[in-house]
């Protein structure tokens, strides 16, 4: 029988606020230049900022260049170039406050993206979920998310 996953808290240091979350994922995407220009763009509203270029030599044979996106400290979203398989992920990034999403999703869209949902509460979620939703360059699903009660606000 497999137990369920216990999740732990984690603090950013620049924002001191606490959330669950993964370690790291990557992307692979058709054009990493194209790409690195789109989500230098979009994530900056949310305090993500492109941080690290990780040069594959540097790994294990056939490890990829990786272009990262981090804030708080850490580096938590890679893009390496390839062939891009956008009905295998969606990606959720979390906002602050609807404001943030707002910005996010007018960003992500003046950078290029294709819009799926506009900003506004997912009611088929829960009425307090605020989120927006669009495709990457690539077609990856993206969304831009505030749940109040994640905030200590109900």
Known sequence: MRRPL???????????????????????VIDATRSVAFYTAALAPLGIVNRLDYDGRQGPPGHPDLKGFGAGGRVFFWLRQGVAAPQSAHVGFVADSRAMVDAAHAAAMAAGASQIHPPGPQLHYDPRYYAAQVRDPDGYSLEFVYKSWQHGHE
């Open 6 to 28: 216990k999740l732990q808290a984690a603090t950013t240091s620049s924002s001191q606020r606490e959330y669950y979350t993964l370690d790291h994922i990557f992307l692979t």
